[in-house]
């Protein structure tokens, strides 16, 4: 049985004060550099990320119900295609199916989560990894300035016993967004 190292758990999904339904400010698109290990080594490629349809703690309840009672598979079930904005990594675009906008002192926290596809030998060798189907991304967005996050490419949720919903890479580590910036 392959190791598997969990280079990093986030928390997300923690309390915050719900989004007024009003505030736009939350949407937007945002642009980074995403440096990623791989097996042929460390990439750096552009991000961009189209938010539209943030959701409040309030909205994800059930979502940390299902994952908590149903487990990841489950969990892909239920958010798949929910549509909530976008990302691009390098030249792939991906759906966002969760996104959380968190409003804090220092501007906007997102957490996105999006199912990912399995790759064609994942599925027929019934790999390690297929118990990893999420992509996920944390990032701030300071009001004034750049910021920064974490992007874990194969990433498996849990439910910890505070009820915080946690991320954990395969193998390696979590990758880095870096000048994380709003572009409109």
């Known amino acids: 049985m392959r190791s598997i190292a969990a280079a990093g758990l986030i928390s997300f999904f ?3 004060p719900p989004i007024a339904a009003a505030d736009k400010s939350v949407d937007g ?5 995403a ?3 791989t097996s ?9 990320v189209v938010v539209s349809h943030p959701m409040t703690m309030e909205e994800t309840l059930p979502y940390k119900k299902i994952l908590h009672e149903g487990g990841q598979q489950a969990l892909v079930n239920s958010i798949r295609g929910m549509g909530r904005g976008s990302f691009l990594l390098g030249m792939v675009e991906y759906p966002i199916d969760v996104i959380v906008a968190e409003p804090n002192d220092n501007g906007v926290k997102y957490s996105v989560v999006t199912t990912r596809q399995l790759q064609y030998e994942e599925v027929v060798d019934g790999a390690r990894s297929m118990d990893y189907p999420f992509t ?8 004034f300035g750049r ?3 974490k992007i874990f490419t194969k990433a498996a949720l849990s439910v910890d016993e505070e009820g915080h ?3 954990q890479q395969f193998r390696g580590k ?6 994380v910036r709003k572009t409109n």
Do not use: C, N, Y
């Not at 698109?29 to 550099?33: D, G, H, L, N, R």
């Not at 460390?42 to 991000?47: A, E, H, L, N, S």
């Open 35 to 37: 440096v990623v290990e």
């Open 29 to 33: 698109s945002f642009a980074a550099m």
């Open 147 to 149: 910021g920064d996050g």
């Open 174 to 179: 979590a990758g880095v967004l870096k000048d």
């Open 40 to 48: 042929t080594g460390t990439r750096q490629m552009g991000f961009t």
């Open 136 to 143: 996920v991304l944390v990032f701030q967005v300071p009001d």
């Open 14 to 16: 923690a309390a915050i």
């Open 165 to 167: 919903v946690k991320a």
